[in-house]
């Protein structure tokens, strides 16, 4: 019984280093995505400029 019970708090304590992990893979894909959306404001500022003027 007690051995059952020892697996359990084991599991049920998280990961530092995986949750760093994760951390820091939603922090790059962020910024990639920061990065896109910049990028096409950019493109379609220089079409929109292009077009009128």
Do not use: N
């Amino acid at each position: 019984m007690s051995q059952i019970d020892t697996t359990e708090k084991l599991s049920e304590a998280p990961e530092t280093g995986s949750s760093l992990f994760a951390l820091c893979g939603l922090g790059v894909a962020g910024i990639a995505m920061l990065g896109w959306v910049c990028g096409l404001a950019w493109i379609a500022w220089r079409l929109v400029d292009w077009l009128l003027f």
